[in-house]
């Protein structure tokens, strides 16, 4: 099975998940739904995620697993990964597909703000696998209860980029071509440093007022030199990045992890592999995703992995700001 034969099953499931856990959110209470179900390694997990999470086994192992093996990683799963079908050698799995069936549970759960499923493939290659490898990236956008509309974008590498707006109250499906913005600096947009958690929270507003001010100057009195959307959701920031909404976004987490130490403090929960494994589809846009010191981002497809992160809506906003938010990890001994 190609990767592009992958594709219509893949999108099938993700129109699943989104019919089921938005059934779930309409008829089960706030209290029930956001009740913890169990803490992994890598989250916390909430019953709203066991509604997903319940189908994924039983699709791939039904629809793709009967003719290509495949190394299936996600949460829930022991180790973090599965081989199927069952009994397999690792080594004999010819895909390795990464998905996160909700990303933006909080948001979700609490009906404030849109989740996301998000699915990579790659060869397999391993534990050597990187987010490099992914040739196929799939992803949804699971809506409010009280919204009808529905995006999903996908893309194989090379081949640019497709989307549709689903009309779940009609079943319709539009085109859809996301735009990333053309601006050449962040005035007067979207512009943010990740700091929706609590631990080292000054220390990253901190960075964010330093890159801020460099760029842009001292606030005029009376006037705001750009905007942030903090979206507890790492594909829905990419979301905002390919949709022209956002213009910068960086997620620094990982990088303050001495910091906290020295205040007697662990690292809280980070963005992992699997919340960035739609990245293809960003890139095969034009937004620049890289670490911190401006390389690819290349980890490892599995749970565990912390990714720090930065986006860029386009070469222009890069070349403004990641200067200055270097200079800035620099001086803190971040970089």
């Not at 911190?292 to 986006?311: C, E, F, R, Y």
């Amino acid at each position: 099975m190609t990767v592009s034969k992958l594709l219509p099953s893949i999108l099938r499931l993700h129109a699943v998940i989104r019919e089921r856990v938005v059934a779930a959110c309409e008829q089960i209470s706030l209290d029930d739904i956001s009740r913890i179900d169990h803490e992994s390694e890598s989250d916390t997990i909430y019953a709203i995620d066991r509604v997903s999470e319940q189908v994924i086994v039983d699709w791939f192992t039904r629809e793709v697993a009967s003719q290509t093996p495949v190394v299936l990683v996600a949460e829930g799963l022991a180790g973090g990964e599965m081989v199927l079908p069952a009994g397999t050698p690792p080594e004999k799995a010819v895909w390795r597909i990464i998905i996160d069936p909700i990303d933006g549970t909080r948001g979700l759960m609490y009906q404030k703000r849109s989740a996301w499923v998000l699915t990579g493939v790659a060869p397999n290659r391993g534990q050597e696998t990187g987010l490099q490898d992914i040739e196929l990236a799939v992803q949804t956008e699971i809506p409010l209860v009280k919204q009808h509309l529905s995006d999903v974008l996908w893309a194989e590498r090379g081949q640019g980029v497709q989307g549709v707006r689903f009309n779940r109250l009609t079943g319709e499906k539009r085109p859809f071509f996301p735009t990333p913005s053309r601006a050449t600096t962040i005035a007067h947009g979207f512009a943010m440093i990740a700091r929706f958690f609590p631990g080292a929270r000054d220390e990253l507003a901190a960075i964010d007022e330093e890159i801020i001010t460099a760029v842009l100057g001292p606030v005029a009195p009376g006037k705001a030199h750009c905007f942030e959307d903090q979206y507890i959701c790492t594909g829905g920031q990419l979301y905002e990045l390919m949709a022209g909404h956002d213009r910068f976004i960086a997620d620094l987490r990982p990088l303050l992890d001495q910091l906290l130490a020295r205040r007697g403090l662990s690292l809280g929960i980070c963005c992992h592999p699997y919340d960035l494994c739609t990245e293809l589809i960003a890139r095969e846009l034009g937004v620049i995703i890289t670490d911190p010191a401006g390389n690819p981002l290349n980890p490892p497809l599995d749970t565990q992995t912390n990714i720090a992160w930065a986006g860029y809506a386009n070469t222009a906003i890069r070349a403004q700001v990641e200067p200055h938010l270097q200079a800035a990890l620099r001086r803190r001994n971040l970089l």
